[in-house]
């Protein structure tokens, strides 16, 4: 949250809020304006902690405890001290995002944090005033014998008056005495509980440490002690107490009781159980957070021995936006509310770690895995669970769940490698086709990682002028005349090399820079073929450039080709653009209206790698099309002499004629050899391009192949 301010008057109004409440609920030993400067300081300091970074609660701690310091300590003032930070604060002083995650999460901690402070201030201010009364009494009664009845008298009414429960107990741990609020805590009468075991009183669990440190003051090995203990009443619950001792002396130093202040904290402790269980647990489903298992998972790294192996779960329902979005949040919620219900009842009871990441994430901790199979196995069982159709309301919905995997070693990972691993596998699932589990492989996941890497430094790349433009040839099969060449992009990648398009034009695409760097191609392109066409007029070279996908969906591709052709001074109708077949068949209406616009233009257009997609050429008689281009399957089948390439073959001849029928011309893509550009030239074909006629080249090999064969030929 680094960088957002609080609202001063938001702060402000909430100081005013929190000291009227405090006059209505107790007595205020300030006035109302003393009280509201105080307060409006302790909530700059509340909003200062929630948006500091990093982290802390400790401020609220500090609050607590002035709250105590001037003596705001009434019960009641604590209750609305510590509800209104957690349902009006977040409002009142921060001006956005009020109700993040992040920020509920914040708040919550801010209330533990407050209310351990107040009870610690308040506690220690009792104790204190306690234990001083306590041990003058008996000093009274050691110092000053002629007025014994006295000291006894002004001890008992401390002792009886005391809020607070008071013991005496001899040092064989037998009880002399309590006070009236003591036995009332336990539920006994102080009969009851005269000459009672201390240690009989006690929680089973607590019974031998309370025992211990009983020991520890009759031996002399300290004075006093806290600890928090467990109780029993009459009735057998529990209570939850503030246990201080102190250790009375004979004149001559021997022990001679030990007198106990308790304290009910079983409110208190309640109220740090809740606020622990909204801190580590979702709201929604009730199911634990990402906080408490990252917990959990660095926990098992903490404590495991490395042969020990874990694995992870990471699920995710499929579609579940699209649920959201037609029948509404409310309804997904309490889908989402059944469907971690169903994996609580499913999974947790294998004792696995069922919890919510956020959204429609889950993810199941297999702690102690004996290998892949099980938690395949936990996978199989969770799809199975999701997969059963849920009655929300009037709806019967049915969904399906991809789940990621990984199952390791504790030595040689870590748990954001572990969980970086889990959400990649995920992704992999949907892939695949979701209602599904997959598996983490290393190879797989490097591979994506290098990817990452890539698409992480393109932009930088095209800042730097790392990408460069090859050029392949294009020669007319009747006359062996150079008529065109492909513009091709290439990265010099510091590191990697020279990297093809098939490396990096994919994640172009994916992160959006295609646009940009299509743009810078078109440019280079047209630059170099207006350079042609000046130094070699009688040419009247074509220079070719791919659309990706994402281009010919951009509505400012027009004018971007518009653009490059007016700043080059290249002639649109040496510039052919080239669109895949299955990219134009998957792309919607505004595609065709630009080809439509490019073809005004003058600029030819051509179907890539066709014969690859489902599209057919009565389609394409209303398309705006110059040129076909064979996808190089077809050619590659025709090298041989085997009945496949007799049918690749046919192939060719087929689409060749009804491309001419079409007014179309055709260019066979990777011819490689001789034979196969006589058998294409025999079919008909118009044009060839593949390494037997020239690989692709920078642009000054293509200028030097027109000075050496002259205009129009290919060499």
Known sequence: MTGEEFSRAGVQRYARQWAGAMARLGFVPMSSAETERLLAVHTARLAQALLAEPFSADPAGDVGQALVAVHLTEPAMLDWSVRALGTGFANAVLPERPDSPAVRHRVARLQGSLAAGFARALRELTFSQQERISRSAWQARDEIEQALRDSEARFRAVFTGAALGMGIADVGGRIVDVNQAFAEMLGYSVAELRDTEVTALCHPEDATPLAELYQELVEGKRESARAERRYRRKDGTVVWTDLALSLIRHRDGRPR????????????????????????????????????????????????SPTDRVGLCFLDLDGFKAINDSLGHDLGDRLLVVVAQRLAESVSARGHLVARMGGDEFVILVDGSSGSREVVEVAEVALATVARPVQVGDQQLEVSASIGLVEEALAGTRP????????????????????????????????????????????AALERGEFTVDYQPIVALGDGSLRAVEALVRWRHPDLGLLGPDQFIGLAEETGLIIRLGRWVLREACAYGSRWRREFPDARLVVSVNLAVRQANDPGMVDMVAEALRDTGFPPELLQLEITESALMATGGEPVRSLRRLAALGVRLAIDDFGTGYSNLAYLRRLPIHALKLAAPFVEGIRSTDALALVDERIVDTLVRLAHALGLSVTAEAVETAGQADRLRALGCDAGQGLFFGAPVAAERITARLHETGPGRAG
């Open 416 to 459: 954001a490698d572990l969980m970086k691993a889990a959400d990649a596998t995920l992704y992999w699932a949907k892939a695949d086709g979701r209602g599904r589990w997959a598996v983490y492989d290393p190879e797989r996941g490097a591979r994506d990682n290098a990817r990452a890497g890539l698409a992480a430094v393109l932009p």
């Open 257 to 304: 009781f030990v007198v106990a202040v308790v304290e009910d904290i079983t409110e208190r402790y309640e109220l740090q159980q809740r606020l622990r269980f909204q801190a580590l647990h979702d709201p929604l489903t009730g199911l634990p957070n990402r906080t408490l298992f990252f917990d959990r998972l660095a926990a098992v790294f903490a404590h495991g």
